[in-house]
């Protein structure tokens, strides 16, 4: 039988089939459209929040074009905020009445004034209460030998003032309470039990100090250390970060550095951040971590600081600051977070500009005795302030044990406006010899409660420089 051939009839199979195969083709293409989407979205980062890395604005929040540049300088002081904006009110400067200074500001009638207090309103918040008490005639004897014998410190403690400090960026709060911090012993000064410590302290761990012998007793890192004059680079054995380090001092007392060499370890450690950095350039924030005693947690009485190079992020605690800095750039036109902390410390008299830098006691101190300094970038005046603050705690007020953090800008060709600027956070850990630790239940899980009036680590920091800085001429 002879097949017939239609060529009609084959163009018609032809084309139901290509509709049928162009269909299964757009099936398949939307999901994996679907699934790309879904896998996509669920890696997002969060809004809001950046991982450092890229340039320009890419990583700030929609809200923010651009945030400003860290500006270290100030334009009002507290002279100024006095003469101009309360209205003729005088009261001694201590935290206890900041809360009355608040009120007096507020209602300031020049346009400066209250553009400076909406500033400070924006970012604190200042309660004041008290604290009614009664204490019976049995236990009356015992407060008042706490209180050194001082009759109207007694009285005192019938009615006490409360004045607290919130961060409504950070969240960090601060109580104070005025009376704790005038009793005996509370405002510093080493004790001849302290002294005495310290000197057997120091002299017993030189014997067998690895950081003395460290050509033998320390690793290193797999490119060529950084040596000075006073200080080194070596690796740390057991490590937190891939470029984890050790600067440690060629002195063996802790509490005979003095500024040239503590100039030196600085440098040296901005020395290492750039070798590690070209060793690896995904690796572009430095951390420094500092430890002074065993009383601050040091490993060894010799005197050192750990060195880190992190990837992506800041540690957790920086983290959390940029997070808070953007914030409030989103809040206030791009405006720079720490810049209108310097200014609005330095209105309540608790900040000092130095050149480059800033130092400022904070209203919302983490630990006694904290202090904040500031720069656009790591440099000689940065350093200089940090030595004439740790010279004020030592060997001005005999504080001896303390702590200190530092982050600075991101290395490399790329920048992000996101990034912090140049941060030290300084803070005293407590008697050198104290078996009691320097932090409890309510600073771990509640609140700050602080005994030192920030306004007496201000002043203390002023002498330091007038009496440290270099004389003109």
């Known amino acids: 039988m002879k097949i017939s051939y239609s060529p009609i009839h084959t163009s018609h199979m032809v084309g139901h089939r290509r509709q049928k195969y162009l269909l299964y083709i757009g099936l398949i293409l939307v999901i994996l459209v ?30 923010i074009s651009a945030i400003e540049p860290y500006d270290n300088s100030v334009k009002f002081d ?24 608040v009120d007096a500001w507020k ?27 009664v204490i019976p005639d049995t236990f009356a004897p015992k407060v008042l030998k706490w209180l050194g014998g001082k009759q109207e410190l007694l009285k005192e403690t019938t009615l006490q003032p409360i004045t607290s400090v919130e961060n409504l960026y950070t969240q960090e709060s601060t109580v104070f309470n005025p009376l704790r911090a005038k009793r005996p012993g509370a405002g510093g000064g080493a004790t001849e039990e302290t002294k005495k410590y310290l000197a057997e302290l120091i002299q017993s761990s030189a014997k067998e100090c690895d950081f003395c012998t460290y050509k033998v007793n320390t690793a290193k890192d797999p ?16 490590k937190v970060e891939k470029f984890h380090s050790l600067i440690i001092w060629r002195r063996h007392n802790p509490l005979e550095i003095n500024e ?123 350093f200089q302030l940090l030595y004439y603050s740790i010279a004020a705690l030592r060997d001005d007020m005999e504080l001896y044990a303390m702590s200190a953090g530092m982050v600075f800008p991101k290395l490399g060709p790329l920048t992000d406006q996101s990034d912090l600027p140049a941060i030290i956070r300084l803070v005293y850990r407590g008697p050198a010899e104290a078996r009691r630790a320097d932090i409890d239940s309510l600073m771990l899980f509640g609140t700050v409660n602080v ?15 007038a009496k440290r800085r270099p004389k003109p001429g």
């Open 107 to 133: 209602n300031a009638p020049r346009r400066d004034c209250r553009d400076l207090f909406e500033t400070f309103k924006d970012v604190y918040l200042v309660q004041d209460r008290s604290a009614p008490l």
């Open 34 to 63: 679907v699934l790309i989407l879904y896998y996509f979205g669920a890696k997002r980062e969060p809004e809001n929040l950046t991982v450092l890395g890229g340039s320009g604005s890419e990583n700030l929040p929609a809200e």
């Open 451 to 465: 005994n030192v009036d920030p306004y007496t680590v201000i002043k203390s920091i002023k002498q330091s420089i």
């Open 223 to 238: 490119f060529e250390s950084v040596e000075s004059k006073h200080s080194l680079s070596v690796s740390n054995t057991f």
């Open 78 to 101: 507290s002279q100024w905020l006095k003469k101009n904006c309360l209205q003729g009110f005088n009261v001694t400067e201590e935290v206890g009445n900041i809360g009355k200074l």
């Open 260 to 382: 040239e060499e503590l100039l030196d370890a600085m440098e040296t450690a901005q020395k290492w951040f750039h070798r590690a950095h070209q060793y690896d350039e995904q690796y572009t924030i430095p951390h420094i971590y500092l430890d002074i005693l065993p009383r601050a947690s040091a490993s060894q009485v010799h005197p050192h600081f750990h060195v880190a190079l992190a990837r992506d992020h800041y540690y957790a605690r920086w983290a959390h600051f940029q997070v808070s800095a953007m914030k409030y750039s989103a809040n206030h036109d791009g405006e720079n977070y720490f810049s209108a902390l310097n200014r609005i410390h330095s209105a309540l008299g608790l900040s000092v500009q130095y050149g480059n830098a800033s130092v400022i006691a904070s209203v919302t101190p983490a630990a006694p005795y904290e202090i904040y300094l500031f720069s656009k970038t790591p440099c000689k005046d940065l």
